[in-house]
């Protein structure tokens, strides 16, 4: 695709990758995705914001060839290292003999590991200048952890142009670039959020009060459309979504569950009924069948978990270490964490779930309740009196 102005000598230089479907391995991305790149050329001196992933590198040289000669580049601002922005850096500074690197401290360590030499760059602080000439000014916005410890934004005071990198960006290819032009794509900008920066929701709520005062017309991210119709409006669903739910009354439990032969789904009821019971809100889940953001959001404003898994060779089953698996980046400290299952001769998985819930700092204080086969009601009645415990483990109760 051809460069695109998307403000006063500021152009899109970067590419499309429509075939796209996985993304960093674990992310979805059913309309592809875009490399956006943006060359400056406001000012007396031509800026390039961010380059492409490596294999898109002649594409994007093109484009940035085709509106200026390669020496009359001065700086390569880094908003982030990832290699889908900065694959191309190496080369690119080569074809770009004047141009100097331009970044935050934690981000220079970043550049020099992937480029395996020093490239001199110009350090940049929250609040630093770059006056390029003829009135353009950069502005830089110190945001880390959106979602590297790297991250910065870049602000062209004169036309009011954000450049935020993976912030307010999404999988999203469609050659019309513009937020008004494309078809509705709020699902992908939903799912870039969740997958991407909901981990991170105390430094996105930063991000956005350090960039609340700024005259905003564009905001121009690194993948998906640029946002020119009303760029506040995806900062305040950013916002949302990163503000956290309010203290409900009730304190609540969730309990999980993966079931061959509903043994372990019959327990699942009963922790539930006895929480219930103590005047806990519980919600029961079959972790095979349910979504895993939906889960994960749940998890995130619970007091307490319990996960149960039947022992399939030895082990818990697979959905049940996939949700686990993606727990890392929550806050779980404090929460409760209790662990159940029927087996058949061996039992491991409870034991092995308790484990894995410790590690994620959990508080495990039950032992794993373990049945079996088919529940008698002697289990049961265990299981009610486990769902009552960490009903007051969670604080359910207690007014
Ligand atoms: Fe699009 Fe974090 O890279």
Redesign the pocket.
Known sequence: MRPVEIGEGVHWVGALDPQLRVF?IIMKADHGTT?NSYLVTAGDRAAVVDTVKAPFYEEFLENVRSLVDLRDISYVVVN?T????SGSLDRFLRDAPNARVVCDRQCRNFVRNILNRDVDPILVQDGDTLDLGGGAVMRFVHAPFL??PD?MFTYLEKQGILFT??FL?AHYCDDRLFDDLVDDYSHAFEYYYLV?FRPFKKYVLEALDKIEGLDLRVIAP??GPVLRSDPRAYMEKYRQWSSRPLPGEEKSLLVFYASAYGNTAALAEKIAEGARSEGARVAVMDVAATDLNLMIDRIEAADGIAVGSATINGDAVEPVWFLLSHLATLNLKGKVGAAFGSYGWSGEAPKLIAERLRGLKFKVEEEPLRVNLVPTEEDLEKAVELGRRLARAVGAGSG
């Open positions: 960093d490399y982030h990832e290699p889908d922005h979602h590297w991250t990198c993976d960006g991407i690194s993948h």
